[in-house]
T-cell receptor, first 117, second 115 residues
Framework: AQTVTQSQPEMSVQEAETVTLSCTYDTSESDYYLFWYKQPPSRQMILVIRQEAYKQQNATENRFSVNFQKAAKSFSLKISDSQLGDAAMYFCAYRSPGSSNTGKLIFGQGTTLQVKP | EAQVTQNPRYLITVTGKKLTVTCSQNMNHEYMSWYRQDPGLGLRQIYYSMNVEVTDKGDVPEGYKVSRKEKRNFPLILESPSPNQTSLYFC??????????????FGEGSRLTVL
């Protein structure tokens, strides 16, 4: 069974600085999707970025980018020029494309990011 | 506005008192799902539905029921709630492409406390 691990329960960053959140996963599949979700205090789950495993190029979305290392099964999220509004819990998630039609996302434990002014 | 709406957002109840958390989406999505979020465990899938009258268990279905009588609605039913069902619940929906779900759209969450 696939698993997702976020080993950093909490992180902090100074406003305008860069921070990297770690995520590792375990799978025997060669094709899959990876996601980072943001959960601010409002609790809404917001998709930040997604990566298809067959794409070698790392996904980028404005100040958010990933470092996808397929062989190492690592999927870290880099937030550049951190802003106060980036403070939230961040979840890494895995999805198998054939997910047996369950559509299931497998989530990591989450990392709480604090942004200091 | 495209959205997934859950109600209630907050609920405190007592052991054994049946409750229903409603979920409605206005995007005509075929796929809907329920997750629960617990500290240190992330989110785990409870039930999912590929379309009307088609539902199946996720990873943690014990103590829950669902129904999908209409495409837009997917209520989560706790017939006899217990304290271990105290959690934050999320409903999510997705369009399907060739029968497979795509990107999930989440509701705002329902905080349930069972005393």
């Amino acid at each position: 069974a696939q698993t997702v691990t976020q080993s950093q329960p909490e992180m902090s960053v100074q406003e305008a600085e860069t921070v990297t959140l770690s995520c590792t996963y375990d799978t025997s599949e060669s094709d899959y999707y990876l996601f980072w979700y943001k959960q601010p205090p409002s609790r809404q789950m917001i998709l930040v970025i997604r990566q298809e495993a067959y794409k070698q190029q790392n996904a980028t979305e404005n100040r958010f980018s990933v470092n996808f290392q397929k062989a190492a099964k690592s999927f870290s999220l880099k937030i550049s020029d951190s802003q106060l509004g980036d403070a939230a819990m961040y979840f890494c998630a895995y999805r198998s494309p054939g997910s047996s039609n369950t559509g299931k996302l497998i989530f990591g434990q989450g990392t709480t990011l604090q942004v200091k002014p | 506005e495209a959205q997934v709406t859950q109600n209630p957002r907050y609920l405190i109840t007592v052991t054994g008192k049946k409750l229903t958390v409603t979920c409605s989406q206005n995007m005509n999505h075929e796929y809907m799902s329920w997750y629960r979020q617990d500290p240190g465990l992330g989110l785990r899938q409870i039930y999912y539905s590929m379309n009307v009258e088609v539902t199946d268990k996720g990873d943690v279905p014990e103590g829950y029921k669902v129904s999908r009588k209409e495409k837009r609605n997917f209520p989560l039913i706790l017939e006899s709630p217990s304290p271990n069902q105290t959690s934050l619940y999320f409903c999510a929906s997705s369009p399907t492409d060739r029968g497979l779900p795509g990107e999930l759209f989440f509701g705002e969450g329902s905080r349930l406390t069972v005393l």
